[in-house]
DNA sequence: TTGTACGCGTTATCAG
DNA sequence: CTGATAACGCGTACAA
């Protein structure tokens, strides 16, 4: 075979092979692509057809270098297994729409080592910011010590207004103030609350709410208990627990600080002994996830505005990104309640 | 100010940037970047001083375009919401740590426009390779029309044995057929099929697993119901059409194509009439979400192994991407039983 | 070991 | 409307 015919092009055509096929400069292939009103419309067709002979696709490296930047923004989500994250990426994949920009998805599953490696990665990719969800305080310092100014980012369902970042977050400490009068509304009076690792921040953070309700009605906690984490199975030995003194009427109502805990404590309670929730003792959760709502007794709980959440934090990184003159701020989203069948009376 | 000294650098500082503060040359910081190993220590120290003080990050765009590549691949899911993507995103995300690779995810939400988009945008970027993940026969259609040969891509969750993709998939008429004959074990003889649309793959699948588990019993079914969708509002509606045949011994056993629809329907049957699962009637779903074993009657189910299928998928698409000789493959995974309360007897 | 120069695939500018 | 050409920021032979 003679070298010109048996040399077979591996990799991909270049825009310069479209040129050669369709007979023009890679100017106009250029044209084409990005500013088709710029170029003849015979041309135009010579140059779609060979387009698509060769099966050319630009390469968005070499076209990002040439335009400089890129038209999307990273996401960082801690965890996808819960649905408040989903609406986040929901919200800033619309918001991102909007204004014609795409979203990119990263999965950090709470761990530092990946939040920064993403944030890394991103940074590298030249997107223009990065919304990272954080739930943990040690992290954000880490992350903020680390972290080089000129990137924009802004922290998610995490709130600090020392101005060194945008913050969006929900309101945990009205949330856990919401929970809590709720109980105390419908009469209950010895409350525990039950909330995973202080390290946590929106766990910390109902805590708060959940002392100031309970201050402000002139009462002390019966009990703060912290269990490892904030699922199910921890939920489920709390409730073991907590049997004997709501049995004692030490206890009639426990705040818990997300739905699978409070559905692990109504299952371990009504299994143990017989213990009926809400007549015996009201139980509310947090999150409103598909555990609330789809429990054998509907159980009470706060609603997060997830999806707006991550709306409003693509718009505060947009807004830094584009605006000359930004000023961090710290917005806060007020979470709503949800009762159910967990607190009736 | 002098000229030199006001300059500020708006924009991120360069390889060069860098180079001139530690008085080396471009072409070693590109190695203490890349190849330490190939530059002295007290040059190495300097040049690593100066990164840190400009705060350098290497500019990937240009980076992947003179190294001629990217060291990550796409994956595209449809439904962040239901746990078997999250699965196969973290079994993915397995797969290629353990090559040195990363992954980029992007949120189809089952949206033939989307899949189409993010298709792409990850051809622009030049990734490795996509995963794909699918579950309607259509859109697989579509986009195998559309897409141009070249970029690899496999399916995930969508079996095709036509030997243009590799494809990976969990045996769904091997689960319909687990489901049926787990109630046909169980003494159950009266047995429908509820499962959505028949453009979800999936789905008709199981329909066909059930079908041969009957056909083999030699039994045949008594309806094959076909609602709307999935989920557990649909489960609902069926649960109430199904009542009155339940209670008139017409109907003993109901295989569900998934636990949301199976979680509505023992919902259904519980509220509206004194039916219950499982002594009158048997129901089985499918997917092992927290709907079925969250249930106030746990749910049996059919166990997918997600996590698996993102492994095998990705290793799947290194293989392709990097095996000279790559032929097509078509992958199956069994699924399992998980036997709960709502098919005891 | 270090410096120089070229190439990667596109876009944008500016003459024709 | 089209074509030549200089960036874009970095990797890497190759020479010093």
Redesign the pocket.
């Known amino acids: 075979m003679s070298d010109a015919l048996s040399r077979e092009e591996p990799?991909?055509?270049?825009?310069?092979?479209?040129?050669a096929l369709a007979?023009?400069?890679?100017?106009?292939?250029?044209?084409?692509?990005?500013?088709r009103?710029?170029?003849?419309?015979?041309?135009?067709e010579r140059i779609d057809r060979a387009i698509g002979m060769l099966g050319?696709?630009?390469?968005g490296?070499?076209?990002q270098?040439?335009?400089?930047g890129t038209r999307s923004f990273g996401l960082i989500l801690s965890d996808l297994g819960n649905s408040l994250f989903v609406d986040i990426a929901r919200g800033a994949e619309r918001a991102a729409e909007e204004r014609g920009l795409s979203v990119v998805l990263a999965n950090s599953d709470g761990k530092l080592e990946r939040e920064d490696r993403y944030v890394g990665l991103f940074a590298e990719t030249r997107v223009r910011g990065v919304l990272l969800t954080l739930n943990d305080a040690s992290h954000f310092r880490a992350i903020a010590g680390r972290h080089a100014y000129g990137q924009p980012i802004v922290m998610l369902n995490f709130h600090d207004d020392t101005g060194r970042y945008c913050t969006a977050s929900i309101d945990n400490e009205a949330g856990g103030y919401l929970a809590t009068a709720h109980l105390l509304e419908t009469g209950r009076r010895r409350i525990v609350f039950v909330g995973g690792p202080d390290t946590l921040q929106p766990v910390a953070d109902r805590r708060l709410g959940f002392l100031r309700a309970l201050g402000e009605a002139g009462l002390a906690p019966v009990d703060v208990i912290a269990p490892a984490w904030v699922n199910r199975s921890d939920g489920w030995q709390v409730g073991r627990r907590l049997a004997d003194p709501v049995l004692d009427g030490e206890v009639d109502g426990i705040v818990a600080a997300s739905d699978l805990l409070a559905a692990g404590i109504v299952q371990a309670l009504s299994e143990i002994r017989p213990i009926s929730v809400p007549e015996t003792v009201s139980v509310i959760g947090y999150d409103n996830n598909q555990a609330a709502w789809d429990a054998p007794i509907p159980i009470s709980t706060i609603s997060q505005p997830g999806e707006e959440l991550g709306y409003l934090g693509a718009g505060l990184l947009i807004d830094e990104v584009e605006g000359a003159e930004h000023q961090h701020r710290a917005v806060r989203l007020a979470p709503t309640l949800i009762a159910r069948r967990s607190t009736e009376r």
Chains 1, 2 share one sequence.
């Open positions: 990799s991909s055509p270049g825009i310069k092979d479209v040129a007979g023009v400069s890679i100017a106009s292939v250029s044209n084409a692509l990005n500013h009103e710029r170029v003849a419309p015979s041309t135009l050319y696709i630009p390469n490296a070499a076209r270098l040439a335009a400089g």
